[in-house]
């Protein structure tokens, strides 16, 4: 592709404001974000002008008709994320995909008052493998390029995590890392059909993408393959469904959940014998907490994503800093806190964008591609699985 790549954006909410704010930040790529979809028309205006941004369109199968776009960055709600996916690539155009991949939502004709309690976990696996099974061969059929949205990838400190490791020759014999704040103020988050699962397939997938992105890394280094997962053991709850807690006001963590976890952890086994504890909630106090260790066999390295001490502040009312953003998720802007100098930036979406945009460009697959996201919707509803019947599950690509 000699030409500028020319993009379409779907989805006018949280996930299209930060991927637009983050192209702004991308260089050394030819792009330009020549249209937003969306179906709320003011939403959609307010940031196709803040990010100048020169055209809205109604209808997504416009969007995807249209020969003046290439890349479609999918930016919608985790239930989209499969069908348009598929769309998309029938259309021809290369696809940035926000994690995560899809996955279970109910049956079909389920309707508002469907709930997962006491529905089997081994359906809601079989569908989600058939579901990356469709996208896969979509994908295949059209020669598009697909690119995952797993920023942790792309972030800073993980990057550097990762150079450390070849530098030091390291096998990597463990990885711990975890994903967690106080609770999602999002309605649908409370609700399995509407949002997929609990803690771990909303918060999870970052540590468990990372995880699997070192593994494939080091054993690419090693072997040219990557080294990849066989099996997971999870378990998942609702802390905040403890007595005592229920009992107790004033409430400082997100409550209200309906039939999902906001806990779950889970060991991911992959096939050199090594292993990952990964964790997720929403029962932290604090700030959103993200890190990643790797522990080698000649360095450790902990990648500290949120918080970190790039900048550390200090107020003794939190009402001095109502005009200035410090970072995701805190409860008070009192006492000492660590502001983020530049979230997107730490956080790896420029990068991220940036790479997608090469690997487009270029016809190679990303960093971030379709069997890291393959790999990380089988592993979280295997831990699904894994929790509700207490035992080891063996991933199916090497079930034999």
């Known amino acids: 592709m000699d030409e500028k790549v020319r993009i379409g954006v779907i989805g006018s909410g949280f996930a299209a404001h930060f ?30 002008q803040a990010f100048h941004v020169p055209r809205i369109v109604d209808d997504i199968d416009a969007l995807l008709a249209d020969p003046m776009i290439d890349v479609v960055d999918i930016c919608v709600p985790n239930h989209l994320h499969t069908e348009l996916t598929i769309r998309a690539a029938q259309h021809g ?5 926000e994690k995560p991949l899809g996955g279970f939502f109910g049956p079909e004709g389920a309707g508002k008052t469907w709930s997962a309690d006491g529905f089997s976990r081994r359906a809601m696996l079989d569908s989600v493998m058939e579901q990356s ?48 704040h106080s609770g999602s103020h999002a309605a649908y988050a409370r609700h399995w059909r509407t949002a997929g699962g609990g803690s771990l397939l909303r918060l999870c997938v970052h540590p468990i993408g990372a995880a699997l992105f070192l593994k494939y890394e080091e ?10 997962p066989v099996s997971v053991i999870a378990h998942a709850t609702q802390l ?30 992959f096939d050199d014998g090594s292993v990952a504890q990964l964790t997720s909630t ?10 990643l260790s790797a522990y080698g066999s000649r360095a450790v390295v902990t990648a ?30 009192e006492g000492w806190s660590f502001p983020a100098p530049d979230e997107d930036a730490v ?11 090469g690997a487009i460009r270029e016809g190679r697959a990303p960093k971030s591609d379709l069997m890291l996201a393959m790999d990380v919707m089988e592993i979280v509803y295997a831990a699904y699985l894994s929790a509700e019947s207490g035992t080891r599950v063996t991933l199916a690509s090497f079930s034999g």
């Open 19 to 48: 991927h637009l704010a983050s192209y702004s930040k991308v260089y050394g790529e030819a792009f330009e974000v020549v249209a937003l979809c969306s179906r709320n028309r003011p939403q959609a205006a307010a940031l196709a």
């Open 93 to 97: 155009k290369h696809i940035i995909c």
């Open 133 to 180: 099974a469709r996208v896969q061969d979509a994908v295949a059929r059209a020669g598009v390029t697909f690119c995952y949205g797993e920023n942790w990838v792309y972030a800073p400190p993980i990057t550097k995590l990762n150079r450390l490791m070849a530098a030091s020759a390291s096998v990597i014999m463990r990885i711990e890392g975890e994903e967690s």
């Open 219 to 228: 054993g690419r280094r090693r072997g040219g393959v990557p080294i990849r």
């Open 240 to 269: 905040s469904a403890i007595a005592a807690f229920q009992q107790q006001e004033p409430k400082h963590i997100g409550t209200g959940w309906q039939d999902v976890e906001d806990f779950a952890s889970l060991i991911v086994t």
């Open 282 to 291: 929403d029962t932290r106090l604090g700030g959103i907490r993200n890190f």
């Open 304 to 333: 500290n994503i949120n918080p970190n001490t790039a900048c550390q502040a200090y107020t003794p009312d939190g009402a001095y800093f109502d005009s200035e953003y410090l970072v995701e998720k805190t409860e008070t802007k």
């Open 347 to 357: 956080t790896g979406y420029p990068e991220e964008l940036r790479d997608f945009l």
